[in-house]
């Protein structure tokens, strides 16, 4: 089975004229792990931390980014030439996860976790270092984009090379 996939250089292209216009239109970069707690504030009223500082307007534009993350994934799986379906298929991962359901669900969760204290501890989502900051040619921006992509690496080599 073959998957076609948009063009490399047309998906990157997109993605940088979005960062740019992202920038442009709302004067403030892209970025994910904002929007998630904005999310975590509109579900949760009891935990103050969701509700001050730059969570303190619920309805910003990054949770409207996030929001819109499933959306484009959505419209893009329904514009592929390619029948859709519901599958919980991880591809290349199915070799590395546990068999169960109940392990599958406690390493992603373990995994967003990490993701989402990196997150916090590094001052910005992936998105918004990598992308954003690396588009502004910011040094500790484009220092945490190398670390991230280096950690995939050596995470990918030590799974897989074994």
């Known amino acids: 089975?073959?998957?076609?996939?948009?063009?490399?250089?047309?998906?990157?292209?997109?993605?940088?004229?979005?960062?740019?216009?992202?920038?442009?239109?709302?004067g403030k970069p892209a970025g994910c792990s904002t929007g998630y707690g904005n999310f975590c504030g509109l579900i949760n009223k009891r935990i103050q931390y969701f509700h001050t500082g730059e969570y303190q307007n619920l309805y910003n534009s990054r949770l409207w980014f996030l929001l819109g993350i499933p959306i484009g994934g959505f419209l893009s799986a329904?514009?592929?030439?390619?029948?859709?379906?519901?599958?919980?298929?991880f591809g290349m991962y199915n070799a590395i996860f546990p068999q169960t359901a109940a392990g599958i669900a406690l390493w992603l969760i373990f995994g967003g976790f990490l993701l989402g204290f990196g997150a916090r501890l590094a001052g910005a989502c992936t998105t918004g270092h990598a992308l954003v900051g690396g588009a502004m040619l910011n040094p500790p921006s484009l220092l945490a984009g190398g670390i991230f992509f280096m950690s995939a690496f050596i995470m990918t080599q030590l799974l897989y090379n074994t």
Request: net charge negative.
């Open 1 to 26: 089975m073959t998957i076609e996939v948009w063009s490399p250089y047309l998906a990157g292209f997109a993605i940088g004229l979005f960062v740019i216009l992202h920038f442009w239109i709302m």
């Open 78 to 89: 329904m514009s592929s030439p390619e029948p859709w379906h519901w599958s919980f298929d």
